[in-house]
């Protein structure tokens, strides 16, 4: 069985200094793991996505994410936080094979990023 | 390119009406689809899935129900929707079949039921 953890539900920064938003994951398996990010009362976007290659994964806008595997952890990071970056986000695990043999995604209960000037 | 398409954006409907819910996806085939819902603050819940026309799996009994009438289409319905069918829907599809594929997003039904 598969879970994941989001250890923060808010997490506030002022712009300019580094993010870090927290997760760590439960799996049976080598899991496939993924952040993606929403913004208000829109759909969600992807990130990043952690494919059992690179432990170090770069995002788009920026973020990157280290796979820990000792730690079970997927945190994202961002070295300098912008405005546009206030928005919601999700960390995911995939490894559950449904009937058929597909995978199903597994979500986190999200972080909401608050920015201040 | 494969795009997702869902809607409608946004829908006030009545305690007790019924709701019809569509999505559809283009420029693949056979593709996963899913059914999410997101309340406040408590992240995304699976609803349904779908790995082919008319294979139907539920994660959570509801007043819900899912259809897949054509391969690329998805259907969430309610004969009678609850004041706390009311949130923030949403339609997923992928690959699904290798570890790693991601997922791809409609852009939501934001529903109040009143």
């Known amino acids: 069985a598969q879970s994941v953890t989001q250890l923060d539900s808010h997490v506030s920064v002022s712009e300019g200094t580094p993010v870090l938003l927290r997760c760590n994951y439960s799996?049976?398996?080598?899991?496939?793991l993924f952040w993606y990010v929403q913004h208000p009362n829109k759909g969600l976007q992807l990130l990043l996505k952690y494919t059992s290659a690179a432990t170090l994964v770069k995002g788009i806008n920026g973020f990157e994410a280290e796979f820990k595997k000792s730690e079970t952890s997927f945190h994202l990071t961002k070295p300098s936080a912008h405005m546009s970056d206030a928005a919601e986000y999700f960390c995911?695990?995939?490894?559950?094979?449904?009937?058929?043999?597909?995978?199903?995604?597994?979500f986190g209960r999200g972080t909401s990023l608050i920015v201040h000037p | 390119s494969q795009t997702i398409h869902q809607w409608p954006a946004t829908l006030v409907q009545p305690v007790g009406s019924p709701l019809s819910l569509e999505c559809t996806v283009e420029?693949?085939?056979?593709?996963?689809l899913y059914w999410y819902r997101q309340a406040a603050g408590r992240g995304l819940q699976l609803l349904f899935y779908?790995?082919?026309?008319?294979?139907i799996s539920s994660e959570v009994p509801q007043n819900l129900s899912a259809s897949r009438p054509q391969d690329r289409q998805f259907i969430l319905s309610s004969k009678k929707l609850l004041l706390s069918d009311s949130g923030f829907y949403l339609c997923?599809?992928?690959?699904?079949?290798?570890?790693?594929?991601?997922?791809?997003f409609g852009q939501g039904t934001r529903l109040t039921v009143v």
């Open positions: 997923a599809w992928s690959s699904g079949r290798t570890a790693g594929t991601e997922a791809f």
């Open positions: 779908s790995v082919g026309i008319g294979q």
């Open positions: 799996s049976s398996y080598s899991p496939s």
């Open positions: 995911v695990v995939s490894d559950t094979i449904a009937s058929g043999g597909s995978y199903i995604p597994t």
């Open positions: 420029g693949t085939s056979n593709p996963n």
